[in-house]
């Protein structure tokens, strides 16, 4: 049995040391070849080349677009939950309440929007050549980075006028967390868009479900509603959506104000976690076989 | 000892027809409801019912397809459309996964499928060279070390700063074959890309890929082009239905493939000819190229099937590209099994003097006439050769097939005649003297 088993082993030894690629039926949950990824970070870089290359030749105002999008939400949002619904934003200009929210739900929201769509956008090329399919989200999350740098300089502006018409918000220390929040958004919507890529590639109806869900997920974020006004009891579960930390983290590192707690950080990065790699996997399931169903 | 680089072993493919899945949720959801109680799926095709089993939705692009090609082999793989080629490289490519079965592969690859891909037109030559190149497998700095070549190769310096939206289409098959023709890998797959552009480019593209051919990398080609695949391919797998039906010298497979793959009707135009020309051909300097063979009968008419005791016209148009001093129309009949059963040539007619034979540039017609109560009632079949001496054969093997049917002789009623040949023979018959009587005791 002993022998038998060390044969075999000596046998996969040599069959991976003769072949440097061994195709087959079989559709290993676990097979995510990561390593052909990192082969493959030129490819990243020229996508997001691309893709920004593109943005400016195609559109008139270019740039222009990052910073109207948020500054008209957020005006919206302080007439109607600041002015006529007067929900409270923790004693924080509404202004500014709305726009750190809309300017960090923006990344989270974009990047969503777009890797769920992976391999719908992608079939044409997909169908043609092979390289790990991961890279086209990865850079989908990257080039947004740029956007989101805009807009962060957008906030950053309005920020600094406030505080210099007198205002009493404040940074914290916790403004060094900042990359780590970028961060943490960026895994978060790369799991959770590639996890629903996934499904799109089997039920279209997602995509249109998808616009619906980003829109109620931003509600459930503390974008509008800050979590200091939800009931205690509830506040657990409402921080199981790891964006709801996200935010409250970022309003709080800016103006000092929100529900900051090492539990509701640790919990928001477990869901985080689970949600990337439950979209990795799922995905890499998905790439391999997807050409036959699209 | 030359290394195995590739191992296929049992490969299939299963595809379904039509849809997969209802391809929406609810409906998916809905089956799922009906089965958990029991009920009927109201979402099934009624053919699920009827059908004997499930399968009738399924098929198998490809079927227990096993292979190994050697280091430095360039491996031809023919087959009509829906034969399961392209199939076969998208799994060897890692596009799509086989059902059952296993491939091995020993060595860096590069796939091209089509060429292009990724191509954005709003980005210029330049930064199009390197996302097609990446995509295709290449680093940075690889494309940035044979950027200059590439650009070279596609004939496009001045242009390589304009977005590629400007460039006409034969420009942009251009950059993106050039960009093809630098990828480097150990193993090459190639997918029918050099049938775009312009003959001149094809010429230049097929010119590159046997100099890739030389340096010893493995190559596998699919093509529909027996003319690429001849020269290129030493060996060649014929694909059936999905399965493999050969395995052999590429000659072989080729001659076997276009046998299946007769000209129908009783004429064979320029494009079915160039597709099934053999032999000693210069690709890059043609000097005699048909232009059409063709079945006629007395009249004029073309056909593929005569009676045995009508005339069958064989009527050849050629073309001399340039001055020719010595120039041969053969003629062959063959069976079906190619055995040869008839030859001649133009130049066994005594009346075709040397002015026949030494051609200027221009379109010849060249006829020979198979008389009438030659032939036994049953198939044949056309080879055609032009050969200008000690420079071009160009050969079409079966490239026609003609029926004659048996009409008869004065007493051979009901008699098929099937055997080649069915002349009518002069006898003679006379009595030997003395010897009646003996005859006649019998």
Redo the contacts between chains.
């Keep these: 049995m002993a022998r038998s088993l060390m044969l075999d082993a000596i046998d996969r030894s040599e069959e991976g040391g003769q072949w440097d690629l061994i195709i087959r039926a079989g559709k290993g949950w676990f097979d995510l070849h990561l390593r052909d990824l990192w082969r493959y970070r030129d490819l990243i870089s020229l996508f997001v080349k691309r893709d920004f290359a593109t943005f400016y030749k195609q559109t008139a105002f270019g740039p222009l677009w990052y910073i109207i999008h948020p500054l008209f939400t957020t005006v919206v949002f302080t007439v109607i939950f600041g002015k006529v619904a007067r929900i409270s934003t923790d004693g924080v200009p509404p202004f500014l309440f709305y726009l750190a929210g809309n300017v960090s739900w923006s990344y989270f929201a974009n990047c969503l929007n777009e890797t769920s769509n992976t391999f719908v956008k992608n079939a044409a090329i997909f169908g043609k050549a092979y390289f790990p399919r991961l890279t086209v989200p990865i850079s989908v999350i990257i080039i947004n980075l740029a956007k989101f740098g805009i807009q962060l300089i957008l906030f950053l502006g309005f920020y600094v006028y406030f505080i210099a018409a007198g205002s009493s918000v404040r940074p914290t220390f916790l403004i060094l967390l900042l990359p780590v929040l970028i961060l943490q958004m960026a895994v978060l919507s790369l799991g959770t868009g590639i996890l629903i890529s996934s499904f799109t590639t089997k039920y279209r109806d997602m995509i249109y479900v998808m616009t619906f869900i980003v829109q109620l997920w931003m509600y459930a974020s503390s974008v509008v509603i800050p979590a200091s006004l939800i009931p205690e009891r509830y506040r657990p579960i409402y921080m199981l959506n790891p964006m709801a930390s996200v935010i409250e983290l970022f309003r709080c590192a800016f103006l000092g104000q929100g529900v900051v707690n090492a539990v509701y950080v640790g919990i928001s990065w477990a869901v985080t976690l689970v949600a990337l790699f439950g979209g990795i996997i799922l995905f890499s399931r998905v790439e391999k076989s997807f050409m036959d169903t699209v | 000892m030359p290394r195995t680089v590739i ?1 296929v072993d049992g490969l299939s493919k299963q ?2 027809y039509g849809v ?2 209802h ?4 409906k ?1 959801i809905e089956s799922w409801w009906a089965r958990l109680r029991g009920k009927e799926d109201p979402n099934v095709r009624i053919t699920e019912h009827v059908g004997p089993g499930l399968d009738g939705e399924w098929f198998w692009a490809l079927r227990d397809v096993s292979f190994e090609v050697q280091q430095g082999e360039v491996l031809g793989i023919i087959g009509r459309n829906g034969a399961g080629k392209s199939t076969l490289l ?20 590069a ?1 091209l ?2 060429i292009g ?2 191509f ?1 037109p ?2 210029t030559g330049q ?1 199009n060279i ?2 097609n190149g ?4 290449m ?2 700095a690889e494309i940035r070390s044979k950027f200059d070549e590439i650009v070279d190769f596609s004939g496009l310096e001045k242009f390589i700063d304009t ?1 590629i939206k400007r460039y006409s289409s034969g420009m942009y098959v251009r950059l993106a074959f050039a960009v093809a023709a630098y990828l480097e890998p150990e193993i090459l797959f190639v997918d029918e890309v050099l049938a775009v552009g312009d003959v001149e480019f094809q010429k230049k593209c097929l010119g590159k890929m046997e100099d890739v051919a030389k340096e010893g990398r493995t190559i596998l080609f699919v093509s529909h082009n027996m003319a690429a695949i001849r020269s290129l391919c030493r060996r060649t797998i014929l694909l059936d239905k999905g399965e493999l039906l050969m395995d052999s010298a590429t000659n072989e497979a080729v001659a076997y493939y276009l046998g299946q793959n007769l000209v129908e009707g009783a004429v064979a135009s320029k494009a079915d000819i160039e597709q099934r020309m053999e032999g000693k051909i210069n690709r890059r300097n043609p000097s005699v190229r048909f232009r059409r063979i063709a079945l006629l009968d007395q009249n004029g008419v073309p056909k593929n099937s005569f009676d045995s005791d009508k005339d069958i016209i064989v009527s050849i148009t050629f073309e001399c590209l340039r001055a020719v001093r010595n120039l041969h129309v053969m003629v062959s009949v063959v069976d079906e099994n190619n055995f040869p059963i008839l030859f001649t040539q133009n130049v066994d007619d005594s009346t075709i003097t040397t002015n026949f034979y030494q051609l200027d540039r221009g379109v010849y017609d060249a006829s020979c006439i198979l008389p009438g109560n030659t032939f036994g009632g049953r198939r044949f079949f056309l080879t055609v050769c032009l050969v200008n001496l000690k420079t071009e054969h160009v050969t079409v093997k079966k490239i026609l097939e003609f029926e004659v049917k048996f009409q008869g002789y004065n007493n051979s009623y009901g008699e098929s005649g099937d055997v080649f040949f069915r002349p009518r023979l002069k006898w003679m018959m006379r009595p030997v003297d003395g010897e009646r009587l003996s005859i006649h005791q019998r």
Excluded: F, M, N, Q
Aim: glycine share 12%; hydrophobic share 30%.
């Design positions: 191992k595809y379904r997969i899945g391809g929406t949720l609810y998916d998208k799994i060897l490519s890692r596009v799509t996964t086989p059902t059952k079965g296993v491939a091995k592969i020993k060595g860096r690859i796939s499928l089509e891909t990724g954005h709003e980005l930064e390197y996302l990446a995509i295709l497998g680093t940075k977005p």
